[in-house]
């Protein structure tokens, strides 16, 4: 299957030299756009940083779109949320791949031991916010892209690359609305390759689903000396946490799933408590003497693709509801903040399969599958661009990402580029 899918490239020797060529051109561009400090939230530099790719798109023959997701959240006069779609037709009809690569970062955070927004080069590697996730992957997509194109004039079908904002925070100013207004869907599209940081020998196929959702307990203030006269909510919420202990972390446990998730240890059902409130603010660092009346808690639930959603709701209902009938005074209330199905795409699809192929062809090893365990850019195009046929797959190490000292290595990057061009060869030319 893998030389077959591989012919089409006039000289796939002649592409491989084109983009070992292009070494010192993909560092500066991994660079450049790290030097946008498009970080998340608020949403900072997102325009010039569309604008560069778009303008170098355009001088290398693409057809140049900026789409304004007006009114998602976060979409200010200030920060405008500014994404960019670069098109470019071949010579004649034949499936679309798409390239889609997230321009923001998260913050730099502490631990830095140097400018998280240099672009500085040392020993092999780009270092900056965003080197690893993800704007090495996405500078190598468009190099991978502009080589195939140079290297193969008479090449049929069509090649995008976008770089969309907000991925950090959900997608809903990026992929999410590109994704509702056809951007994300056949026939304009066919396959996506998402470059996030998966490691340079692996092909993603999917992410877990996620639930987040406030839970609160709630008591009676009274004055601290005589908490009888009160009802805490904290010793509610306590009482809730036992049951989690109790009942249903032993059951996440043993719940496993056939998503070859990475790490291992995600391969199971899990539930972080992400943040615990209770009773009243401290004001200049004096706590007041008073029975919590409301304990606040956010919870974190991921869910493999055989679980359902409405199931692993009711499963936490239930552990609260049994709190209601057994314990004197149990208040609660429950609340959805954001949910995200699971999301797994074929391994026997075309974009994984030419993808596996042109890894073992670049790289002499095979490939190895994966599935993330948190959520990208791939369930909006899934659930919302009913588009199936979708990937991650880039050159940054996971581990990496929104760590201090992010980096990208660039023989990581240069290897990537390769295999990325060979699988949007053989995809425009309807491998299957
Ligand atoms: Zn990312």
Redesign the pocket.
Known sequence: MAAEAHRPVASQDELFKLIEGRRDELVELTRELIRFPTINPPGEAYQPCAEYIGRRLKARGFQVAYVHAVGTPGDEVRYPRINVIARREGVAPGPTVHFNG?IDVVQAGGGWTMDPFAGIVKDGKVYGRGAC??KGGLAASIIAVEALIDSHPKMPGALEISGTVD??SGGFGGVHYLAQRGWFSAPRVDHVIIP??LNVDRVCIGHRGVWWAQIETRGRIAHGSMPFLGDCAIRHMHAFIERLERDLYPRLATRSTEMPVVPSGARHSTLNINSLHGGQAETSGYPTPCVADSCRMVIDRRLLIEEDMEDVKDEVRQLLEQLSRERDGFRYSIRDIFEVRPSMTDRDGPVARSTAAAIREVLGRDAEFVCSPGT?DQKHIDRIGKLRDCIAYGPGILDL?HQPDEYAGIDDMVNSAKVMALAAAALVHGAA
């Open positions: 997230h996730d993800m991925e950090e996030e940081p990208y990402a």
